[in-house]
């Protein structure tokens, strides 16, 4: 995607000096009138704004979008409705921006202006920039790699410019944003792309070169060295594929070498068909989202490292493909994890959580200060919070807060569960020391983080499960159809504000 992102530019200049085929201005819902700088934009063009406005009954409600065309410096003027003004915020005008983007790359529109005061609102100019260049890079995002036809006809927004009354540049805050949509972006792209081809091979020669680039330490094991280093879970998950399991480590020193770093560790299954306990049609669909989390830690330690964040990472991420075999793990079986447990195994379709077990184990002998762990563990959040918030679990309450935080200000959405010691009763074996799933079915989320609990130590721990929003079904606002990236914005701003 690199040569085709779109480039942002900011430029100080009056409205009605603008030359580009359209320029976006955002309204308030009731906003009578138009303010100084609006009114000189009319009196240029004859007032054919305010006459579109009282003719077309533009009522800026949010969403609403109708074009002007001035045929001058500037083509066409978009309003852009905002809603009201006391309800306006980041998050709708994310949705408003990337719809708006969308819009207009639909329309063959190359190049096109945004009125920056008109979209902040009550909030810091350079804030607005940050969510604008997110979310129009975000919007425009599309997934074309395996298209043959028609290639050239795929349209893009080659620039934005910015207009602004400020004499500040906003390079930090498009900075950010830039490197925070090429890992969302990227994200998708990997999560996206089909299980044939992202195998866990095919990753670690990815991440072998992110790692060069970005001057990240980066070790990779293969699947007789898990075996030999006795990750009895892990690899007992990847034994029943040709395409071979690997752990891939990734560690970025930001601050000083004595700082313990924080731990990521994300799943990647990179196609989960069940095992023998097979998935039935149409729940084996998709199933190649199931790397979500690890793509998602690999593409945020590489955002870190971009933008020379002061903290020191380690990303840990298990690879290996869920498959049917002569060789493939039963359940019935019993395994021994890294860390000398012994499980149980009642169904092969749980396995993200003993890919999990060993490297949250691993994770745990190079005491990081905290561990996060990301996986696409269950969809049992569906009934609850549906695709809109993801669950997590922590150990710890300053993490669950650091957590919190983010969510707030990265727009993406989250809701804790509890860690109750009612739910450790639910996955005693009777053969050993605990059993895979819950028989019951019940609580779903919380029995998954209830097992990886006992593959953590004192270590403040948590659990993110993005099992429901790592794909999106509809294409809408930031969102496109399939990978959305989840996770990447959140974690982003943790390590952002890290203290
Ligand atoms: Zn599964």
Redesign the pocket.
């Known amino acids: 995607m690199d040569n085709k992102v779109t480039s942002f530019k900011v430029l100080k200049t009056p409205l009605e000096n603008v030359k580009d085929n359209a320029l976006l201005i955002g309204f308030f819902e009731g906003q009578t009138g138009l303010n100084a700088d609006l009114k000189k934009l009319d009196k240029e063009f004859n007032g054919i704004i305010s006459s579109y406005i009282k003719e077309n009954r533009f009522r800026a409600e949010k969403g609403e979008a109708k074009s002007i065309f001035t045929n001058k410096g500037i083509k066409n003027v978009v309003l852009v409705g905002l809603g009201e003004e006391e309800k306006y915020n980041f998050e709708i005008l994310s949705s408003v921006m990337a719809d708006a983007a969308k819009k207009l790359r639909n329309g063959e529109t190359e190049t096109f202006s945004i009125c920056l005061s008109s979209f902040s609102g009550h909030s810091k100019e350079e804030d607005a920039v940050e969510k604008i260049v997110l979310s129009c890079l975000m919007g425009l995002y599309k997934f074309t790699e395996y298209k043959t036809k028609d290639k050239d006809k795929i349209k893009n927004v080659k620039e934005i410019t910015l207009i602004t009354n400020s004499n500040k540049n906003f390079s930090s805050e498009i900075n950010y944003a830039y490197a925070v949509s090429y890992a969302v972006n990227k994200t998708r792209d990997f999560v996206n792309t089909p299980p044939n081809i992202a195998t866990p091979g095919h990753i670690a020669e990815y991440v072998k070169d992110v790692s060069k680039k970005s001057n990240l330490k980066c070790t990779i094991f293969d699947d007789k060295q898990i075996e030999k280093m006795k990750m009895g879970c892990f690899f007992a998950v990847g034994k029943g594929s040709v395409n071979k399991p690997r752990l891939i480590v990734l560690e970025y020193f930001g601050a000083g070498k004595s700082q313990k770093p924080i731990a990521l560790v994300g799943k990647g ?1 990179t196609f ?1 068909s ?1 095992g023998l306990n097979l998935k039935p049609y149409p729940y084996i669909l998709n199933m190649k989202d ?1 790397k979500g989390g690890a793509i998602a830690s690999i593409h945020v330690i590489e955002a870190c490292a971009k933008l020379k964040l002061p903290v020191n990472l380690v990303v840990i991420t298990p690879f290996c493909e ?1 498959m049917i075999d002569a060789d493939s793990y039963r359940p019935d079986d019993v395994l021994t994890a890294y860390n000398g447990m012994t499980v149980e195994i009642k169904n092969t ?4 959580r003993l890919v999990l077990a060993d490297a949250l184990t691993y994770a745990c002998e190079m005491k990081p200060q905290a561990i996060i762990d990301i996986a696409t563990l269950t969809g049992a959040s569906m009934i609850t919070l549906g695709n809109v918030a993801t669950p997590y679990l922590a150990t710890d309450g300053k993490l669950s807060e650091k957590i919190k935080s983010a969510s707030i200000k990265s727009l993406e959405k989250v809701w804790e569960m509890p860690l109750w010691p009612e739910f450790e009763d639910s996955i005693k074996s009777d053969v050993a020391d605990i059993k895979n799933i819950s028989e019951e079915g019940d609580a779903g989320v919380i029995i998954g983080a209830t097992f990886l609990k006992n593959f953590v130590d004192e270590t403040p721990w948590a659990h993110i499960d993005i099992g429901t929003t790592v794909w999106s079904k509809a294409d809408k606002g930031i969102l496109t159809k399939g990978a959305t990236g989840a996770t990447v914005r959140l974690l982003m701003e943790m390590l952002r504000e890290w203290k």
Not at 349 to 352: H, K, L, Y
């Open positions: 299954v989960d069940g199931d869920n379709d749980a396995e993200g």
